[in-house]
């Protein structure tokens, strides 16, 4: 049985050598927008490196006037939710925006 780290590693250079990343990070979005039309709040991680983007979802979601909620992992590593308002993404060293969260998660969300 492979542990989490090795499953990471495969999945990592599975991602890297795909060759028809935009359509395929396209159709995400489009499945994604389609499942909640109507959504008022959603919860959604800021893609970095090999991972499916989620700057067009992102995007999409804060011009249609939706809360977005991004991941955001403070000194102690606890993960929080915070609201994400569109500005730019400049990931520290644990991943996070590098602004000072705002708004935190209040739990409720159309779609996580």
Known sequence: M????????????????????AQKDAQIEERFLALYPNMRR???????????DTRGI???LIAAGVKVYVPYTDESFCMHAV???GERIEPNARGNI???PIDFFDGQADIT
């Open 58 to 60: 992102l995007s999409h």
């Open 83 to 85: 609201l994400y308002g």
């Open 98 to 100: 590098t602004n000072a």
């Open 42 to 52: 959603a919860f959604i991680y800021v893609s970095q490196r090999t991972e499916a």
């Open 2 to 21: 492979l542990t989490k780290q090795e499953i990471r590693i495969i999945a990592k250079r599975q991602r890297a050598e795909m060759t028809d990343r």
